[in-house]
């Protein structure tokens, strides 16, 4: 998956936890995000903006970031209340993909 189809599913699935979301959907979503963030903090720091930006961005990408979060904790088999727990949820966002239909349905080529 690449980065535009990755964020174009994200947006797509705002706030959508049912199914399932890859590794590479996933990271790919955490990368854009964090550049967003540090462009967005840097324009801020150097006085370019004054409107905090970043909360703003922050807040709309709330439900997406838990969304996929869950959706990748399903694509490897398991429930996405373990995206809530720190260390246990980022071991999860490394698993590899089950290549098998599971309860959180198929996975998508």
Known sequence: MTLSESILSVFENYATAKGRASRSEYWWWVLCFALAMFI????????IITFPLDGL????????????AIRR??????????????????????LPSDPNANEYGSPEN
């Open 40 to 47: 967005v903090t840097s324009l801020r720091l150097n006085n």
């Open 57 to 68: 961005l922050n807040l709309v990408c709330l439900c997406p970031n838990i969304c996929v």
């Open 73 to 94: 904790c399903h694509d490897s088999g398991h429930s996405g209340w373990w995206s809530i727990c720190p260390i246990v949820g980022l071991i999860m966002m490394f």
